[in-house]
């Protein structure tokens, strides 16, 4: 009998391709479901018997060598039907990463024609070579993934945070605030006592400008624990000392002198104020200094209006202006004027005794 064509149908990986993970390896089953017809050259159907049929796969269409074979005996054929498992006999060795051709020759006869191209199914066995971690993301085309966010990767967890909610819905994630920020063209809807700009500790609030400090708001306590802030503007060198309590330094400081930026205008005692001008210390309690420069209340609620290099030490003290002037008693008053040969100390205008006064000039005392 001459068995001259073959009329097939291909059932790739029929049995069995469920992947089952084991070890953390991918377990495939190694053989191909095979399924054909033999018939006579009319197209009749061959005697049911057994048939000892080769099977060899070839990476061209004719010619060249098998690059793989083995032999099913005694193989059942009823109305020509058949089936075998190829690879139950012989490893299939192919990778199956290119196009493979499917030769077929009955009892030892010459290999049926034409060769039968393998369709896409087989090439599942590529699968095998796919070892763990071999997808990096350097094999990933740009464009397809998400790699990282912040550049954390791998199991990525998305937190909500104050006034912050995520909400999912398919595969979108909105992330929304309920509070909208401060607006830098105005802000409209605050609530007194509840909407605030500063701090909720104890650190201190500041402005800047050009990177440089032009407005400090720090907290401090009264001897009788009231809290009260400090306001210090201006110079950033501008300071008020530890454990002082309602001071102001409403600007100023910051002079240069032969070179070199001097001159920071501080408060050292609580309540004391100063309005501006450079260099200037207000050491007594509520002491107040308008401008001026070098200029020093030291006394008891002390004021001293402007001027240079002038000192108010007597409590409740009071020097309007000029060059120079000490006011060292209580209740003192020197208007202005100063010093007739400055810089020499020992001149300028003196209120040694209480309740005196200088309305002006240089070089007066009022020491009875």
Known sequence: MKRKSLL????????????????????????????????????????????????????????????????????????GLFNVFLGSVEVLTPSFDKQYWLGISVDGGAELEPRIQLASSPYSLNAQSVVNDAITGSKIADGHVVRSINGKTDNVTLAEG?????????????????????????????????????????????????NLRTLRLETGTDHSDYATANVVAGYSGNYVGTEVWGATIAGGGKSYVSGDYIGANRVTVGYGSIGGGYANTASGYAATISGGTYNTASGYTSTIGGGYGNTASGSDSTIGGGLGNHASAE???????????????????????????????????AGG
């Open 162 to 210: 104050a006034n912050v909610t995520i909400t999912p819905s398919g595969n979108t994630l909105t992330i929304s605030s309920s509070f909208d920020g401060w607006k830098l063209t105005g802000n409209a809807g605050t609530v007194d006592g509840t909407h605030f700009l500063g701090t909720t500790d104890d650190q201190a609030l500041e402005l800047r400008v050009n």
């Open 331 to 365: 209740y003192a008053t020197i208007a202005g004027g100063g010093r007739s040969d400055f810089p020499d100390p020992d001149t300028g205008n003196r209120v040694t005794d209480d309740y005196g006064t200088i309305g002006g000039g240089a070089d007066n005392q």
């Open 8 to 79: 097939f149908s291909l059932v790739l990986l029929a049995v069995s391709l469920a992947f089952v993970l084991q070890d953390g390896l991918s377990q495939i089953p190694q053989t191909m479901s095979y399924q054909g017809v033999l018939t006579t050259p009319d197209g009749t159907p061959v005697a049911d018997g057994k048939y000892n049929l080769t099977f060899r796969l070839y990476t061209v269409g004719t010619g060249g060598p098998a690059i793989w074979q083995e032999t099913h005996s005694s193989v059942p054929v009823i109305d």
